[in-house]
């Protein structure tokens, strides 16, 4: 197996890092100056000493056998002679055995090799089955049933899987990261009516992130499909596990696997020259051969063993984390607690203590014996910033932070538009499978087109075109069964209602009895009827957003004439004209279910608002939101602040194409719906202002948004008040956008954009990098005032850049100003369907100064 091959790990001594064409170095900003007019604070040294008086690197080895330096071995470590200033080079000393010293009195240590992520696992029989493979017979329909062979690729990362007609190789592959979930068993829509030849037993999905289609199985027995099963949960728990520094590791071992050409283990100079096109750099010829030749200690043309990874390692290199290190650690070259604090309090970090210091050095720290005594070597410095509490997000806000106690109208609620669609509202595929994806990413309010189906049944889809139909009870059983899965709190159920009486009650009999007592059918405090409950009051509960009857026609059913009822979503729409010229008959069933979400006409905010009506909700199409954020600007503010809106696309938008939510969102607008199935920035506007709370769905709106007499508008929100600084520094294992073309290098440039209010939305860019996806370097800085920023999403875009086209998306990240760190931070890319790009990441310095 790969793993043996490549058994010998080693982690030579620093060197210069691989520059490829690239600018100049860069200027890393500097901490604040102390007291004492800009020197770095003394005794620091001395503390180290004093902390550990006996302390002494290589007596102490010696003093204590015990103690496992060696990454490989259990023998006491020795420090290396000469180790701190080798060829001019202020090193980190290595803390290994004599055994594993590398050539020419150099040391090593291991690096991940391609199983890395099956450490643990090699010996499981259910992952010993997933490498020998499988033939799993792949579902499309009832006639599309095909056997493939189906088998876990060596690097534990990836499936391969045969086609009938050979394509590029990454077109035969899927990745164990893009996984959403595995399912046993019929539980997905294409099992569900294609898969009744097959037991249920031996049938399982695999459901993916982003709009790849569901992979529908079935296996020759019900074993095999449990190892698959099985397989895949611990290949992902593992991953999962695994650190920013071990997917590094494991990422470029696979390349390196990839590139050995002939499998020998040896590496020629045109092996090295594939493997960096692979990584995403052009580098020049003689510099290649040049560092080629200085790892070739055998000169033999051939790197092997140890001078593999010394030219990892200096491929690998990050000189500016080593300046940002050695800036704090002084000559000893580690870093202690109180150094380590002295860092934290530069950062601006929150709650920054000597305790504090001491966990990170236990939590990151790698040599056991720099950990015992409180010390951290740069390459724990390095876990750590790759961490998550080393990235540009917030720990603190990646759970459930904020107040769930106020009412539904004080949030910003995650809602789908056309939910049930897969691809485009004029001829694309509903599917059931849409809702869960919807659920998945976080969505509170979904939306279902009811019409008139055959039998008696209820259909959704989008009425007058050429999308498939699907039964309204199936969406419900998928609600039941998949809606509370990532978030507790309530999910709406916007009714898009085109029903007759008849079919209008079987809708209400189907909400009763498959969601039992999820649905909300009466109000939960009888004493105030009309106020809105809390998220927190109402988890684990569906509530229904749809027409209400007036009390009085409540028994027998009525008639809603045009100005009872909402506007209606197909208002845009050419074949809607008759819709929304006859009366809408409502069902005193379905009516009931109407509790707090109850569906009404906004028809005016001036001269005088009515008195709010919680339980109410508008919809507005994103033209009359528009309209009414520019002519009523406040007083939309404070309708807001009370009672729930929703906002929707216009139906113009024929390919599901997406509005911009900032600017609904500014003015307080709770249900702003977009078409989840169609990505581009505005989903990622919406999967970044949801990114906080624990992704839960539910986010407090800023305090100006939830005042019922607040004077805030949007449109004059004031002057500056806070001033964000960027340097943009270097960017890390930047991925090819067409694997297969070796030659395709990208010059990436990176884009930061703020979102927020008109007087604050910007868009400043870098210079771009040539031939240089690996390691670019920039030291820009790009710096932006902000007069709202409560309201601010900042959003980091990493592009290709073209000089006779429009730019190539490479990858981005989407926050919330307000749960932005300070100080040198990683921003960890996601792709444009929101899938993790790990490795590839920005490397970047914050500043926000408040005023």
């Not at 070597?377 to 107040?403: I, K, N």
Request: aromatic letters at 8%; a neutral charge.
């Amino acid at each position: 197996m790969l793993c043996g091959r490549w058994r010998s790990r080693g982690q030579p001594p620093e060197e210069p890092s691989v520059l490829a064409q690239v600018a100049a170095p860069v200027a890393l900003p500097s901490p604040p100056a102390s007291q004492d007019g800009g020197a770095k604070r003394p005794g620091l040294r001395a503390l180290k000493k004093m902390g550990h008086p006996e302390f002494d690197l290589a007596t102490l080895s010696s003093q204590s056998p015990h103690l496992s330096l060696c990454l490989q071995c259990s023998t006491p470590p020795l420090i290396l002679p000469g180790s701190r200033a080798l060829s001019g080079q202020n090193l980190l000393p290595s803390l290994v055995c004599t055994h594993h010293q590398g050539p020419q009195g150099k040391w090593t240590l291991p690096m991940a090799c391609p199983g890395r992520l099956l450490q643990g696992l090699t010996e499981d029989e259910d992952v010993q089955a997933m490498l020998r493979g499988s033939r799993l017979c792949k579902i499309r329909s009832r006639t599309w049933q095909k056997e493939r062979l189906y088998r876990l690729q060596e690097d534990g990362l990836s499936v391969w899987f045969q086609r009938r007609i050979p394509r590029a190789p990454s077109q035969h592959i899927f990745f164990v990261q893009h996984i959403e979930a595995v399912r046993e068993g019929h539980q997905s829509e294409g099992l569900r009516r294609f898969g009744g030849a097959f037991e249920p037993a031996r049938c399982l999905t695999i459901a993916f992130k982003g709009s790849r289609k569901n992979l529908d199985l079935a296996a020759p027995t019900a074993e095999e499909a449990q190892r698959w099963v099985r397989g895949l949960a611990k290949l992902r728990m593992r991953l999962e596990a695994m650190s920013q520094r071990e997917r590094l590791d494991h990422w470029i071992h696979s390349y390196l696997h990839r590139a050995d050409s002939n499998q020998d283990s040896k590496m020629s100079f045109k092996e090295i020259k594939s493997l960096l096109r692979m990584v995403n750099v052009d580098m020049n010829d003689m510099y290649a051969y040049r560092l080629f030749k200085e790892c070739d200690h055998s000169n033999n043309e051939r790197l092997e063993g140890t001078e593999i990874e010394e030219f990892l390692r200096r491929l690998l290199k990050r000189p500016e984390l080593e300046d940002i290190f050695y800036r704090y650690s002084g000559e000893d070259r580690v870093l202690s607690a109180p150094e380590l604090l002295e860092f934290l309090e530069d950062q601006g970090e929150d709650g920054a203590t000597l305790a504090r210091a001491q966990q990170l050095i236990h939590t990151y720290e790698l040599n056991e014996t720099a950990k015992q005594h409180e010390l951290m070597t740069l390459d724990g410095f390095m876990m750590y910033l790759l961490s998550p509490e080393g990235a540009a997000l917030d720990p603190a806000h990646t759970c459930v932070f904020q107040d769930m106690d106020q009412p539904l109208a004080h949030y910003f609620i995650s809602s789908s538009h056309n939910t049930y669609l897969t691809d485009s509202q004029i001829g694309g595929p509903s599917s059931t499978e849409a809702y869960v994806r919807a659920f998945a990413q976080g969505c509170r309010c979904v939306e279902l087109d009811c019409w008139e189906g055959p039998g008696g049944e209820p259909v959704i889809y989008h009425g007058h075109t050429l999308t498939s139909k699907i039964l309204f009870r199936d969406v419900i059983q998928a609600v039941r069964d998949h809606a509370f899965m990532l978030s507790p709190y309530p999910v709406i159920l916007s009714l898009e209602n085109h029903c007759g009486l008849e079919q209008q009650a079987a809708m209400a009999r189907h909400l009763r009895t498959i969601l039992g007592d999820m649905l909300v059918t009466q109000v939960l405090d009888s004493h105030n009827p009309e106020e809105l409950p809390s998220p927190e009051q109402l988890k684990g509960r569906v509530l229904v957003k749809g027409k209400k009857l007036p009390a009085a026609r409540e028994e027998d059913g009525g008639i809603l004439s045009d100005r009872e009822e909402e506007e209606e979503e197909e208002e845009e729409e050419a074949g809607a004209a008759e819709q929304r010229r006859r009366a809408k008959q409502i069902s005193p069933e379905l009516s009931a279910l109407a509790v707090y979400c109850c569906a009404t006409r906004l028809r005016t905010l001036r001269p005088a608002p009515t008195p709010p009506q919680p339980c109410q909700v508008s919809s507005l199409s994103e033209r009359k939101a528009k309209k009414l954020i520019r002519e009523a600007g406040n007083s939309f503010v404070r309708h807001n602040a009370q009672q729930l809106t929703r906002v929707y696309p216009l139906g113009l938008r024929m390919n599901s194409a997406n509005y911009s939510p900032q600017e609904m969102w500014n003015s307080g607008c709770q249900l702003v719906a977009l078409n989840f199935q169609t990505p581009g920035y505005e989903m990622d506007l919406n999967a970044g202002r949801f990114l906080i709370n624990g992704q839960c769905g539910y986010v407090l709106k800023p305090a100006c948004l939830r005042q019922p007499d607040t004077t805030f508008d949007p449109e004059s929100p004031g002057p500056p008040r806070t001033t964000l600084t960027i340097q943009v520094l270097t960017a890390q294992q930047l991925p090819k956008l067409n694997a297969e073309k070796p030659n395709s290098i990208v010059d990436p440039l990176v884009r930061i954009e703020i979102h927020g209010v008109p007087a604050d939305c910007a868009r400043k860019e870098t210079n771009y990098v040539l031939n240089n996806g690996f390691n670019p370097r920039w030291g820009q800085t790009l710096q932006f005032q902000l007069r709202a920023p409560e309201l601010v999403l900042v959003r980091f875009v990493v592009e290709d850049y073209d000089s006779t086209s429009p730019n190539d998306f490479v990858g981005q990240f989407t926050l919330p100003f307000n749960s932005l760190k300070q100080g040198f931070r990683h921003i960890h890319l996601l792709s444009k369907d929101g899938a993790s790009l790990s490795p590839a990441t920005l490397f970047v310095h914050i500043c926000i100064q408040r005023f």
